[in-house]
């Protein structure tokens, strides 16, 4: 059906400005996703989906909470370990000395230096103790610091690793807590003194391969945790980017689409506003 002409209204002028003023909306909208890269950038664009990925991203920064605290957790438990080794590797030592020292055709003066070289190794052994710390943590002193990392993003579920006391007791009655069984001023002036420590020595020995075996358990505990948190987060990341991350390829084309859509368009508005033109001609 042929549109009537009309001098108050130019109808195909109307027609093609909508049109045009879609097109210029759909590229506006395009241009916008092209250069944020995200089909979803407020709540306005998909209410759901925004509220989604929202949510998503709150869990993935809980879950940087959770990976910094497994951090701080493997670093203090790396320091324990390592000092924990060195200690025991002291003690190896230690009990070469004592056992040496234990021979009872030894002169005394030999028997004397030996037991200098086990003081110098016994005091070591505090001053390992006394740097094994991280960020204000120390598992292995006198004191009774200790470790709870977080694994879940309400931090409800943790990691304990508890207090081992390495530290010598300075005084002369050890407690039940102490792994090493000697005191902080245990020497030996004689043979029979120097195999009485023989058995302190072994025991303190076996006590820290057993504290060097929960500590290592654990370590490898916490290590899978924080891989297992990494590809937690790495598949959220992936998640959100399903939900609100443009298809480039898509958008490329589709803004080629809509600018040969608006040239179109534009042109297409020209001729209708032509047409008054016609009328002034019906009267030539």
Same mark, same amino acid.
Do not use: C, W
């Given at each position: 059906?042929?549109?009537?002409?009309?001098?108050?209204?130019? @109808?195909?002028?109307?027609?093609?400005?909508?049109?045009?003023?879609?097109?210029?909306?759909?590229?506006?909208?395009?241009?916008?996703?092209?250069?944020? /890269?995200?089909?979803?950038?407020?709540?306005?664009?998909?209410?759901?989906?925004?509220?989604?990925?929202?949510?998503?991203?709150?869990? %993935?920064?809980? %879950?940087?909470? @959770? /990976?910094?605290?497994?951090?701080?957790?493997?670093?203090?438990? *790396?320091?324990?370990?390592?000092?924990?080794?060195?200690?025991?590797?002291?003690?190896?030592?230690?009990?070469?000395?004592?056992?040496?020292?234990?021979?009872?055709?030894?002169?005394?003066?030999?028997?004397?230096?030996?037991?200098? *070289?086990?003081?110098?190794?016994? *005091?070591?052994? $505090?001053?390992?103790?006394?740097?094994?710390?991280?960020?204000?943590?120390?598992?292995?002193?006198?004191?009774? *610091?200790?470790?709870?990392?977080?694994?879940?993003?309400?931090?409800?579920?943790?990691?304990?690793?508890?207090?081992?006391?390495?530290?010598?007791?300075?005084?002369?009655?050890?407690?039940?807590?102490?792994?090493?069984?000697?005191?902080? /001023?245990?020497?030996?002036?004689?043979? $029979?003194?120097?195999?009485?420590?023989?058995?302190?020595?072994?025991?303190?020995?076996?006590?820290?391969?057993? @504290?060097?075996?929960? %500590?290592?358990?654990?370590?490898? $505990?916490?290590?899978?945790?924080?891989?297992?948190?990494?590809?937690?987060?790495?598949?959220?990341? @992936?998640?959100?980017?399903?939900?609100?991350?443009?298809?480039?390829?898509?958008?490329?084309?589709?803004?080629?689409?809509?600018?040969?859509?608006?040239?179109?368009?534009?042109?297409?508005?020209?001729?209708?506003?032509?047409?008054?033109?016609?009328?002034?001609?019906? %009267?030539?």
């Amino acid at each position: 059906m042929a549109l009537p002409l009309s001098l108050n209204t130019n @109808v195909p002028a109307l027609e093609a400005l909508r049109q045009l003023s879609g097109t210029n909306q759909n590229l506006q909208e395009t241009q916008e996703r092209i250069s944020s /890269g995200k089909i979803v950038r407020s709540a306005e664009d998909n209410a759901a989906t925004f509220a989604i990925s929202r949510n998503l991203k709150a869990d %993935f920064q809980s %879950f940087n909470a @959770v /990976g910094q605290s497994l951090d701080r957790a493997t670093s203090a438990l *790396d320091v324990a370990i390592t000092s924990a080794e060195s200690i025991q590797d002291i003690l190896i030592d230690m009990k070469e000395k004592v056992v040496a020292a234990s021979d009872q055709g030894l002169d005394s003066q030999s028997r004397t230096s030996i037991a200098l *070289d086990f003081e110098k190794l016994r *005091d070591q052994i $505090t001053t390992i103790v006394r740097n094994a710390e991280f960020n204000g943590t120390n598992l292995i002193d006198n004191g009774t *610091d200790f470790i709870s990392a977080i694994v879940s993003t309400d931090a409800q579920d943790t990691i304990q690793v508890s207090h081992q006391t390495l530290a010598l007791n300075p005084s002369a009655t050890l407690s039940t807590s102490d792994q090493i069984r000697f005191t902080a /001023g245990a020497s030996f002036a004689t043979a $029979t003194e120097a195999q009485g420590l023989i058995s302190a020595v072994d025991a303190s020995i076996e006590n820290l391969s057993e @504290v060097l075996t929960e %500590f290592g358990s654990t370590a490898s $505990t916490i290590e899978r945790q924080n891989q297992l948190t990494q590809e937690i987060q790495d598949t959220i990341e @992936v998640g959100i980017g399903n939900l609100v991350d443009a298809n480039m390829a898509r958008e490329s084309a589709r803004l080629q689409a809509l600018q040969v859509q608006q040239q179109l368009g534009t042109q297409a508005l020209s001729i209708a506003n032509q047409t008054p033109q016609i009328i002034l001609s019906l %009267f030539g």
